[in-house]
């Protein structure tokens, strides 16, 4: 084109062709321009994400690099804030923190430390098992359901009394003078274990979950992206907060009516083995004789264990940056969603039965690997007997229902409890056609092919209006409802409406009554207390 050539940028009806032509021409060559100027803008700022992240990462590791001197201040500030505890002694709350966390449970109130193993009766125990098993199954005896005070009271007594059964022996008395220094030191070691899970969870994620890359799992999400509303599910713009029960709980990352296959993504298993056996075990090695499952003796999974796998994965999907409540602006409720899903499967139902033996077949093959060969290699080891008199075994004297209170709401913790209870609600019952004994035992290595017995489904009829089940922030532990409020006078079945806004948590009515004062039934599927060797 001519440099003389005079451009009309609007030109008229009577204009010629030519005029038109040179018109449009300068018209692309301004897109052109206009393009390429957007093309280097995204790579400036490509770049300076990339400078922001790398200039975090170095502040991270100075944070944990030694100064000269660091060594001595940190020490002086560590033994200042252990009020008194020896290196040995903080190491042995470290170990056995780490294993509380991970198999029993997150968090500890730090009101619940006043609560003294001395004064725990066997009455008391059993009291408080069987207030916190009729309030989630609803067998509430005349039908007034407990006092919210009772009900905290229970939960506490509950969780500290497991507490203390595995706590050792040499710290218990340093627990009962020094609980503020003891409490302070625990809520570190926890939150120490927390952290750690999570960011090495995110390094093998995508050896773990399947079609999704390490960049990923590495970089900030939004609730928006299409990888985490496929995993995570519906985005309750009302609560802020994503499905109780999302796709990623199902094989394929599929969520279908059949509730008889949740918990069955034989991923979650996996995640959980890397968490108690290190990565070796995800590539099919033995692991280590350091590796956390082998040092706790784990013989078979809890249903902490289990809660906190599912709480984990849905961390590495979430855009949360914080695995916990702390910063009051999560999409996930950590608490609250972890307390339903351990009352799920300490409900001893067929269904989580059947769950439970699908997991251990994934996560506990290199145990059971590991046994088989011993008990090939003939007598002369007695790593059986420190195996059978593992803090693991003391999970099962009380494996009863946990109703804990949702930490994220705004409430006291005897309101939040109270409000996960229906007023007037009869017992739900579970749809069960078959029994644990017929589920197919697999070996780890045909996960896939794990057929899930037919009839043990998690869905039942419930009897209750929308408008009388509890919120979903709420932490409720016999209904699940999410953003289902729009039609409140719909009754959802096992086979109608959202699949995800009901879901039963206990087996119905038990059948015998607890020992000690008060009215609730215990469900007959409870396993009773029994003693067992402390550490």
């Known amino acids: 084109m001519d440099a003389h050539t005079i451009i009309n940028p609007f030109p008229t009806a009577d204009s010629s062709i030519e005029e038109l032509l040179v018109t449009v021409h300068s018209y692309q060559q ?11 803008m995204r790579d400036d700022n490509h770049r300076l994400q990339e400078q922001v992240d790398s200039l975090t990462r170095q502040v991270s590791q100075l944070r944990t690099t030694e100064a000269p001197g660091a060594t001595t201040r940190l020490r002086a500030r560590c033994q200042d804030k252990a009020g008194g505890f020896s290196e040995s ?11 509380f966390t991970v198999m029993e449970r997150l968090w500890i109130e730090p009101s619940w430390y006043q609560v003294n193993a001395a004064s725990l009766t066997m009455t008391m125990m059993t009291d408080a098992t069987a207030t916190l098993i009729a309030a989630v199954t609803g067998d509430v005896g005349d039908g007034d359901g407990p006092a919210p005070e009772r009900l905290a ?9 497991a507490f203390h059964k595995m706590l050792p022996s040499e710290l218990r008395e340093r627990n009962r003078v020094q609980m503020e220094a003891f409490a302070g030191l625990w809520a570190t070691f926890s939150s120490d274990q927390r952290s750690t899970n999570a960011f090495k969870a995110r390094e093998k994620a995508h050896i773990i979950f399947s079609g999704v890359t390490p960049q990923w799992f590495m970089t900030k999400k939004t609730t928006d992206d299409p990888i985490v509303r496929a995993n995570l599910g519906r985005f309750n713009d009302r609560t802020s907060r994503f499905s109780r029960f ?3 709980f ?13 918990f069955f993504n034989p991923e979650l298993p996996r995640l959980l083995l890397f968490v108690l056996f290190s990565s070796s075990a995800l590539h099919g090695k033995f692991p280590g004789k350091r590796a956390n499952g082998l040092v706790w003796g784990i013989q078979k999974l809890t249903a902490g264990s289990i809660a906190y796998t599912l709480i984990l994965a849905r961390f590495l999907f979430s855009p949360d940056a914080t695995f916990g409540d702390s910063t009051g602006s999560n999409y996930i409720s950590y ?14 139902t067929p269904a989580t039965e059947a769950v439970i033996h699908f997991w251990e077949t994934i996560t506990l093959a290199c145990v059971r690997a590991n046994a088989n060969q011993m008990r090939m290699s003939g007598p002369g080891d007695n790593s059986d007997d420190s195996a059978s008199s593992s803090p693991e075994d003391f999970s099962n004297q009380f494996a009863q229902i946990d109703a804990s209170q949702d930490h994220t709401d705004s409430e006291d913790n005897a309101s939040a409890i109270s409000r996960s209870i229906p007023a007037s609600s009869p017992a739900p019952q579970v749809a069960v056609g078959a029994q644990t004994s017929a589920v197919p035992r697999t070996s780890a290595s045909r996960a896939d092919d794990y057929e899930v017995p037919e009839g043990l489904n998690f869905m039942g009829s419930l009897g209750l209006s929308q408008a009388e089940a509890t919120e979903f922030g709420s932490a409720p532990y016999l209904v699940q409802q999410t953003d289902a409020d729009s039609t409140p006078d719909s009754t959802p079945g096992p086979d109608g409406g959202d699949y995800d806004d009901v879901v039963v948590l206990a087996p119905g009515r038990g059948r015998g009554r607890g020992r000690g004062r008060g009215k609730a039934r215990v469900a007959s599927e409870t396993v009773a207390p029994r003693r067992s060797k402390r550490i």
């Open 30 to 40: 301004a897109l052109a321009a206009s393009q390429m100027r957007c093309d280097a």
């Open 89 to 99: 002694e903080q190491k042995a709350i470290r170990k056995f923190c780490k294993h």
């Open 153 to 161: 009271d229970a939960l506490r007594i509950n969780t500290m009394a």
């Open 246 to 248: 999302p796709p990623l």
């Open 250 to 262: 199902y094989p394929n990352h599929k969520r279908v009516a059949d509730k008889s296959k949740l």
């Open 335 to 348: 608490t609250g969603d972890f307390d339903v899903y351990r009352s799920m499967f300490e409900a001893k």
